[in-house]
């Protein structure tokens, strides 16, 4: 199976074959940590569900954190719990697998779990994570549709949890500055913005190939970073889409599992977005466009560090490995009610499955969906 890690790496070589200046060198530094700043406040106790390459690079990532840390584990898998538990120094009664980690409700130990599994088990598992009184970050895309999406919204509100989405490029300093500069109307009006997210994709057996378990195809992986960046980077939402498919390899990207596709918003004000999503294609590239400057993510969304220029010159914030700074921030939200530059919540991954499901139904059809 390809793993998000294999991401990095297959981006890291489209970037040689681009021949970006400074790119290669960039990718592959070692990650900074967070600053050594001392901090006194508890600590968000963190149950990883879905033992996977995503699920270890948090950990991982979570070693660093100030507010955050790892406490428990959720795994269908025996020997990647016996793994974890060495290596993190998880007791045995932190440990669950997916018949009976509804007990968590009797676990004191644990304040949040991270569920990081395929796209179709979120709803149900985040729905008995709240009924087990524990709060939810839940892995982007945060269900298969809208319809996912608000029922898990509404089981976290009955449960009286909070339910976050893993949208880690919320927090990644440069992203952060650029929306902070528009914010400010140093880009003038915003007219337009370009997104490119893509990579080829292997192994064809792997889960994001299955449509019963992803729920489609790049899009659903990858194109909810265009989708997320557009209205983060507008600052509006959109109301109305086209789209397009492309399928060069029926093989692997069987009914259902999307390869490519080109899809475009429109927002009140006027401006529009233009995007591509791939499975085909490596991609890593936003655009902002305003009538007094310009913003340019180069990479925009992959592991980092990420590249930012505006037209006022290159940003350079330091690199910390992005989900340590997620979960800290995921921390503070949970804990102390932070409010995040831009949202995290259950209500912002409802707003991008929407999208979602709009320009399925765009290729589909051929013809403009509204968004109400």
């Known amino acids: ?60 990532a979570m070693q660093a954190c100030k507010k955050a840390r790892v406490v428990g584990v959720i795994s269908g898998t025996p020997s990647k719990i016996s793994e974890w538990q060495r290596k993190y120094n998880i007791p045995a009664k932190n440990c669950y697998n997916y018949e009976n980690f509804d007990e968590i409700k009797n676990n004191p130990d644990i304040d949040a779990v991270y569920v990081i599994t395929p796209n179709a088990l979120h709803r149900d598992q985040v729905i008995r994570v709240a009924k087990a009184g524990k709060h939810v970050i839940c892995e982007k895309p945060m269900g298969l549709n809208a319809k996912e999406c608000q029922d898990m919204i509404d089981a976290c509100k009955a449960a009286k949890v909070k339910l976050l989405v893993g949208y880690r490029m919320h927090f990644e300093p440069n992203t952060v500055d650029i929306i902070n500069q528009r914010k400010r109307g140093e880009f003038g009006k915003i007219l337009s913005f370009e997104g490119g997210t893509g990579f080829p994709i292997g192994d064809p057996t792997q889960w994001r190939l299955n449509k019963a378990l992803a729920g489609g195809g790049s899009l659903m992986d990858v194109g909810i970073y265009a989708i997320n960046g557009a209205r983060y980077m507008v600052g509006e939402e959109p109301v109305w889409v086209t789209a397009q498919e492309t399928k060069t390899n029926p093989a692997k990207f069987k009914d259902g599992v999307d390869e490519t596709i080109q899809f475009q918003l429109g927002f009140p004000s006027g401006a529009i977005a233009s995007c591509v999503t791939s499975y085909n294609i490596s991609l890593d590239r936003f655009m902002l466009n305003g009538d007094k400057g310009f913003a340019e993510l180069r990479p925009a969304f992959g592991y980092g560090p990420i590249k930012a220029r505006t037209n006022k010159g290159e940003l350079d914030f330091p690199h910390v490995m992005h989900q340590t700074t997620q979960m800290d921030e995921m921390a503070a939200i949970i804990l102390g009610n932070k409010k995040p530059v831009v949202p995290v919540d259950g209500e912002e991954g409802l707003r991008d499955l929407k999208i979602i499901d709009a320009i399925y139904q765009a290729v589909k059809t051929g013809s403009k969906v509204s968004l109400s």
């Open 1 to 60: 199976m390809n793993s998000r890690r294999d991401f990095l790496q297959k981006l890291t070589a489209s970037l040689i074959i681009l021949n970006l200046p400074g790119q290669v060198s960039a990718a592959t530094n070692s990650l900074t940590t967070q600053s050594t700043q001392t901090y006194d406040g508890p600590a968000l106790r963190v149950a990883i569900m879905g033992l996977g390459s995503y699920g270890a690079r948090v950990a991982e």
